[in-house]
């Protein structure tokens, strides 16, 4: 007689007990169950510190559905220890139970003592699965409402503490270390007209390095730090509670993100503030003031194409585009003149700009496009462009930056659990019972803000390796175009020249007023390398030593 096959499957969430039963030892009995059952044991399956909240974080768990469904072994049971160790999902618990049983494979959960196949055993794990999940869901409830009462009272409700300060007791205070990059940067944002990326080079520019924490290894400042310090009321001396939450992905069954809320609890907070209450109310005033473009009340199509890329001569900063327009008698606007115009921004001595002058568009647009169609009308800038498209980046430091958040968050999702385990298994007549399960949830409590962080960075590094490959994708892009340029340009749209030249070039520098010979272009940075008798160019400028002008190339060294 063919003897009956089984899968047996074991799950803990850490090394440590459940229910009384280790590993070791929940595998022990589910061999004894198939031995006296007289089954023969196919294949084993475990996933030892994993959680149960879904299937998709448990490899060999989908390892077995994927063998049940080739029907490699011809089972007819899978083996687990309690029903708890199958899923704690209910969803999942029932949705991988019926592909089980439409290859006709049965579930058993040896000490619970439910059999899928009898109609008794399908009601009991419908019932204990979604009470399984029930009470996970009111675990975390309870936790989120005790974080947020302790937000109420002003204190830190869990995680690591903000860049600026540093946690004794559960209690911020400012690290002084930390704190001038703080108060660096609401200055420098409420008190001129630096915008995030200008700040970031601001800082780095006046050798501020960025501490390196929470297993973070980049010291240089991103404008997703910038502006989480300046989004933050923690450093006016407030708490904030639920600016982010986790929510469902539509469309999907067990999958959540971390979502950023437009509105959220503010409270008074015990801690010191970094900055005052008024500078950070600025600091918002102008978040929420930049980022929208007024509306044109020009020609819809014209681009202002060299705006913020050409360099005013006197203070460095951006020069951006004017409209002049001349009117009929009756009125009626019949032309628009444009041109590139310094906006006299405060300069490093406290005075505002004095460059008055206003460059015609046309002009100056026509001159950079002359100097770009020379730069890449070399016989060898072919070859060597498509030997730039491909190269490789190096995001290696990103990658381990985020293998690093990845163990940290399987380790303290270890110890979560494990805590977890603990409080299910404390004894209620115990008369240190209510004691000890405060203290396990206030444990617990710091566990899952501490989990929040860490997904937070993930997300936040995950975004990193996700722009520097896009990048990579817009220079390869950027170099496919340069091949054709000299035929496609003059045919585009003045938003895709526009378009390309932010993607080209870092800057244009030009002279206060144009030369005897009618120059006035001084130099031309550019973002991506070219290619000159087979040497890499960042940019070019004119050399006037002599009479005659000569154009002298910047070669990256």
Not at 59 to 83: A, C, N, Q, T
Not at 380 to 385: D, G, L, Q, S
Request: aromatic letters at 10%.
């Amino acid at each position: 007689m063919k003897k009956t096959k089984c899968y047996i499957y074991t799950r803990v969430s850490t090394s440590m007990q459940v229910d009384g039963y280790s590993l070791e030892a929940q595998h022990k009995k589910l061999l004894d169950y198939a031995k006296y059952q007289d089954w023969i044991v196919a294949d084993e399956y475990s996933d030892e510190g994993h959680s149960g909240k879904n299937i998709s974080g448990r490899p060999d768990f989908i390892r077995m559905l994927k063998d049940i469904e080739s029907g490699k072994d011809g089972v007819s049971y899978v083996l687990v220890f309690k029903l708890s160790r199958f899923g704690r999902n209910a969803a999942d618990v029932l949705s991988s139970l019926q592909l089980m049983q439409d290859y006709g494979v049965n579930l058993i959960c040896v000490d619970d003592g439910i059999d899928s196949s009898k109609d008794s055993g399908k009601l009991m794990i419908s019932v204990l699965s979604a009470v399984a999940e029930i009470e996970r869901e009111n675990i975390l409830v309870q936790t989120m409402e005790g974080r947020k009462q302790k937000a109420r009272e002003g204190r830190w409700n869990g995680g690591f503490a903000p860049y600026g300060y540093s946690l004794n007791n559960g209690e911020l205070h400012i690290a002084e270390d930390e704190a001038p990059v703080i108060r660096e940067i609401y200055d420098k944002y409420v008190n001129t007209n630096m915008g995030i990326h200008a700040i970031c080079k601001h800082l780095m520019n006046q050798g501020f390095v960025k501490k390196q924490r929470q297993g973070n290894t980049l010291s240089e400042f991103s404008t997703g730090f910038v502006k989480g310090v300046l989004d933050n009321p923690v450093y006016c001396g407030k708490i904030a509670f639920g600016r982010r939450k986790t929510e469902k992905i539509p469309g999907t069954r067990n999958e959540f993100h971390i979502v950023k809320q437009d509105e959220f609890d503010v409270y008074d907070g015990i801690h010191e503030a970094i900055v005052s209450e008024e500078l950070w109310k600025q600091a918002q005033l102008k978040r929420n003031a930049t980022g929208f473009k007024p509306p044109k009340s020009h020609e819809l199509e014209h681009e202002h194409i060299l705006s913020a890329i050409i360099k005013c001569p006197i203070c460095g900063a951006g020069m951006y585009g004017n409209v002049n327009r001349k009117k009929k008698d009756d009125g009626e606007y019949y032309k628009d003149y444009y041109y590139y115009a310094c906006k006299h921004r405060t300069m490093v001595t406290g005075h505002p700009c004095t460059y008055k002058r206003q460059w015609n568009e046309e002009k100056v647009d026509a001159a950079v496009v002359e100097i770009i169609r020379k730069l890449i009308l070399n016989p060898k800038f072919e070859k060597a462009i498509k030997e730039k498209i491909d190269a490789s980046i190096d995001i290696s430091a990103y990658e381990a930056e985020l293998d690093n958040l990845r163990k940290q968050i399987k380790q303290t999702n270890g110890a979560k659990s494990k805590l977890a385990q603990q409080m299910d298994s404390l004894d209620v007549t115990d008369p240190q019972y209510d004691n000890k399960y405060a203290d396990m949830q206030c444990r617990l409590d710091k566990f899952y803000a501490a989990l929040e962080d860490i997904e937070k960075q993930i997300s936040d590094t995950e975004f990193k390796i996700d722009t520097i490959k896009d990048e990579k994708i817009k220079s390869d892009a950027v170099y496919q175009y340069l091949l054709s340029f000299d035929q496609v340009y003059d045919e585009m749209t003045d938003k895709e020249k526009k378009m390309f030249m932010n993607s080209f070039l870092k800057s244009v520098e030009i002279y206060e007023e144009e030369r005897c010979d009618g120059r006035f272009l001084k130099s031309i940075s550019l973002r991506f390398p070219v290619f000159c008798d087979g040497k890499e160019v960042i940019g070019a400028r004119w050399d006037n030593k002599n009479k005659v002008e000569t154009v002298v190339l910047l070669v990256i060294k």
